[in-house]
């Protein structure tokens, strides 16, 4: 559908524009600006505030001052953005406004813009200017409809019903958003304390991008965040995209894809420390996973990065474990490889950012790494204390002892040999790295097995680590085992170079050991179909036999051993052989 545009003038400036456009929409796509107030874009305007108006001519003599926000453009119309006549209404304008408000900071600075020094009636001490963009949000965007204009005349004011608390109200703070001098401010019922196990609940924005390295590298909707989801309402994200991609209704769907070869790397599960009853952790309000102080190191985190305990303080003393769930014969007896490094890493974040006094508790200093021993140098002398021995258990500190820390951490210094007890405001644990839950029957669908431990098992530790006994399937990162950032990287990088050597050499070279059947004695029993761990055997219906595929049979074996009539046999490790070899070594 064609639309129909107006020739139109802005400060001299010609433009085509669509018809019944609104003159502010017109300023903005030349980069002019418009002071207001009560404008959003994605509801209907109101002229509430008054002060985007403009002088409208129509090049004969007529001219009107007009609200830039809500008068439709038409052809021929000429408009001044800063004629004296303007300049003079919007200082009326903004004057009367501040008589009933108070000068918030946008107030002071449209005040500042316009030259107005002292209003000429005074100002108020009210923050609400009327302007309704709350009101017109929760109703227009939103859908909730939870807030409106009540009373007249001088006691005119936004409100709930009855001012009483309203189920419609869903608690988005899109209100207070929009509020453009802050009158609404979105808080709970009673004060709260910074809850550090609330910290990696998850975005409360309705959209974002799960992590600068996400594949796809784009923007999920949550719908348990999304005002969409929750009324019906707002969809202004859909109205901005300007590709079209936001669809509402789209729902998770299973693909069948045929692949040529696979790249294991599901990842990893850090250690739940719950379990370690001795150390508090969910008990005691400052003792912390390893997590959940990344995520207060986080700039954009919950804490603007500070470090905090839940009182909102900066701590004076914060003790550090290594090892929590690794090197453990109660939970993994592996070292997860990480927790040395990013436990050091944690101790210069504290020195840097606060003046606590930090002790890291560790079993060995396994600093291994290119420039590791070289960073375990600089914490020692930015004045860390290490004590070497796992902690035995964390206590409330007694009363004659709380100045010092609130928390009592009971430990051996191996080095000195001595019990020690170190009072401390937080504990942080550094956490294993354990495979994934899923990890085994993940496992099961590729016929890849898992160690004892979890984590999947390569082809050969030395010669193959990043195959596995499934042709064309191979892993990458931590799914295999716990390793550090480099390694995961490199071994992604040798896992996609096998991969596509395997897609581009075109020709595959088979073993030559493998099961064959004969199909003479095959009596369709099915018995191997089932037992094939590779899945290498198929049944032909049409002859009632077996019939295995060679590329895919590992000549394990078990279909040899499993056949009741001896129909299927091993090349190169037939029973004739194994009994020649035999009969060799005895004699």
Request: hydrophobic share 35%; net charge negative.
């Amino acid at each position: 559908m064609k639309v129909e545009k107006v020739k139109i003038k802005i400060d001299g400036t010609p433009l085509e524009v669509e018809k019944d456009s609104y003159i502010l929409q017109a300023a903005e796509s030349i980069g002019i600006s418009i002071p207001t107030l009560c404008y959003y874009p994605h509801m209907t305007p109101y002229a509430a505030c008054r002060i985007c108006c403009v002088e409208a001519r129509d090049g004969k003599g007529w001219s009107k001052i007009v609200t830039a926000c809500n008068y439709p453009v038409w052809e021929g119309l000429e408009v001044y953005t800063y004629t004296p006549r303007v300049v003079n209404a919007r200082r009326t304008n903004l004057q009367m406004l501040m008589r009933s408000c108070s000068p918030s900071p946008i107030l002071r600075k449209l005040a500042e813009e316009f030259g107005i020094e002292k209003p000429r009636w005074g100002t108020g001490d009210y923050t609400c200017i009327l302007c309704g963009l709350c009101v017109r949000v929760c109703d227009e965007v939103v859908g909730a409809h939870a807030l409106s204009f009540v009373n007249r005349g001088f006691e005119r004011d936004v409100a709930t019903p009855f001012n009483l608390e309203t189920e419609s109200c869903i608690l988005c703070g899109a209100c207070a958003k929009i509020c453009p001098t802050d009158h609404i401010k979105m808080e709970d019922i009673e004060e709260r304390v910074l809850s550090h196990r609330e910290l990696n609940l998850g975005p409360n924005a309705a959209i974002t991008i799960p992590t600068r390295q996400a594949v796809p590298n784009v923007p999920r909707i949550h719908r348990d965040n999304c005002i969409h989801f929750k009324t019906g309402g707002c969809m202004v994200c859909a109205d901005v995209c300007e590709k079209d991609c936001i669809n509402f209704n789209d729902t998770d769907k299973v693909e069948e894809l045929d692949v040529g070869a696979i790249i294991m790397a599901t990842g990893f599960n850090s250690f739940d420390p719950t379990p370690l009853k001795q150390y508090g952790y969910g008990k005691y309000p400052n003792v912390i996973s390893a997590e959940e102080f990344e995520q207060m190191n986080n700039a954009a985190g919950p804490t603007g990065g500070k470090i905090l305990m839940e009182n909102g303080e900066e701590p004076k003393t914060i003790a550090i474990f290594h090892c929590v769930g690794s090197r453990d014969k109660n939970y993994h007896e592996y070292c997860s490889r990480v927790c040395c490094m990013y436990a050091l890493k944690f101790s210069h974040l504290v020195v840097e950012k606060t003046d606590a006094e930090v002790y890291q508790l560790y079993i060995d200093m396994r600093t291994y790494g290119k420039g590791y021993e070289e960073f375990y140098q600089r914490i020692l002398d930015e004045g860390v204390n290490v004590i070497r021995g796992k902690a035995a258990e964390i206590i409330p500190a007694s009363k004659h002892r709380s100045k010092e820390g609130d928390l009592l951490v009971q430990c051996e210094d191996t080095l000195i040999g001595k019990f020690r007890e170190i009072p401390v405001d937080m504990v942080v644990l550094c956490t294993a790295l354990e495979s994934q839950k899923e990890a085994k029957e993940t496992g099961r669908i590729f016929n890849i097995s898992t160690g004892a431990d979890g984590w999947y098992i390569e082809a050969h530790p030395k010669l193959a680590p990043v195959s596995t006994t499934t042709d064309g399937v191979f892993l990458a990162g931590a799914c295999q085992g716990a390793k550090d950032i480099p390694d995961s990287v490199a071994q992604g990088g040798a896992a996609a170079t096998q991969a596509l050597k395997l897609l581009s050499q075109g020709e595959i070279f088979m073993d030559a050991a493998y099961a064959e059947i004969d199909e003479k004695y095959c009596s369709g029993c099915k018995i191997c179909n089932d037992l094939c761990p590779y899945t290498a055997i198929d049944f032909d219906d049409e002859n009632n036999v077996s019939v295995i595929n060679s590329a895919l049979c590992k000549a394990c074996g078990t279909c040899v051993a499993a056949c009741p009539v001896g129909a299927i046999t091993a090349r190169h490790f037939t029973d004739d052989q194994i009994y020649a070899q035999i009969e060799g070594i005895l004699s």
